[in-house]
């Protein structure tokens, strides 16, 4: 019989990316961390011995760990976790599991310092259309769950990083930004080593439409309308940002699981 206290490289997988998804904790020791610095999309690392002092952070969710096989760390530090109450699973053969399985692992090398309450920092440009919504998306989605994203005016992205310990993007001059005919979105997804399939074809929906492309996709006109409809529809940029996560939300399912679908009016008429 399955265990009912853990869950599958590839069950774990068909959640990762979904607003539903679990909190996925990483307490893996630091030598195998150091060994392979690398993060199941969405993890946060945590000290599986120090669980008595951060479990009730999570309290209100469901949560996966995972440590290099699946074993002492993450099956202690999750029973105590349920011990607290809180709905907590280990990874099936851990991290070491999910890596023979070829699925997706995110390079941490790239990635803004987080703050005292272990978040990543972000700022860019205010009154986003396209890039500055995708962008933070794939961040809360694959990358850092709680992140902070500051919008700010375009003069002040730069000084406002420098002095806020945040991560500028979508800007000229700077790291996260676009290159050649690629936007910040694709930057994202290559250094962060995310292309996989429906992430892939999520960004060329993306460009087009971030790029005045519209002939890279037949979506991309769609995604560039509804952008922005949403930029006039909210004063408030952070209010747009959290309204559009389920904009973004519905086009990745379409790439992950219904870009082969087809939907016609089904007509009751019986033929003459």
Not at 90 to 113: C, S, Y
Not at 137 to 163: C, G, K, N, Q, Y
Request: glycine share 6%; net charge neutral; hydrophobic share 45%.
């Amino acid at each position: 019989m399955p265990s009912t206290t853990e869950i599958t490289a590839a069950q774990l997988a068909r959640l990762v990316g979904l607003p539903t998804a679990p909190a996925i904790i990483d307490v893996r020791s630091e030598e195998d961390y150091a060994a392979d610095p690398r993060l199941i999309p969405g993890a946060h690392r945590r000290d599986a011995r120090a669980v008595g002092s951060w479990a009730g952070q999570y309290r209100n969710g469901s949560v996966i760990l995972a440590c290099r096989r699946g074993l002492k760390l993450s099956q202690g530090a999750a029973a105590w976790m349920r011990h607290e109450g809180i709905a907590a699973q280990t990874l099936e053969g851990g991290f070491e599991a999910w890596r023979l399985a070829g699925q997706p692992l995110v390079r941490t090398d790239k990635m803004p310092p987080r703050d005292e309450a272990g978040r990543t920092a972000w700022v860019t440009r205010a009154r986003p259309k396209v890039d500055r919504i995708a962008c933070p998306w794939l961040v809360r989605r694959f990358i850092d769950p709680r992140a902070v994203f500051l919008f700010v005016a375009p003069s002040e992205v730069v000084a406002v990083a420098e002095r806020f310990g945040a991560a500028p993007f979508d800007i000229d001059g700077v790291f996260w930004s676009h290159r050649g005919e690629a936007c910040t979105f694709d930057t994202m997804i290559e250094e962060f080593a995310l292309k996989t399939e429906p992430l892939l074809r999520l960004a060329a929906i993306v460009r087009g439409a971030d790029t005045a492309r519209l002939d890279l996709t037949p979506q991309s006109a769609g995604l560039l309308a509804a952008s922005l409809g949403y930029s006039r529809m909210y004063r408030d940029d952070l209010e747009q940002l959290e309204a559009a996560m389920g904009l973004y939300d519905a086009f990745y399912r379409w790439c992950r699981d219904a870009a082969e679908e087809t939907h016609n009016w089904p007509s009751t008429k019986t033929p003459a």
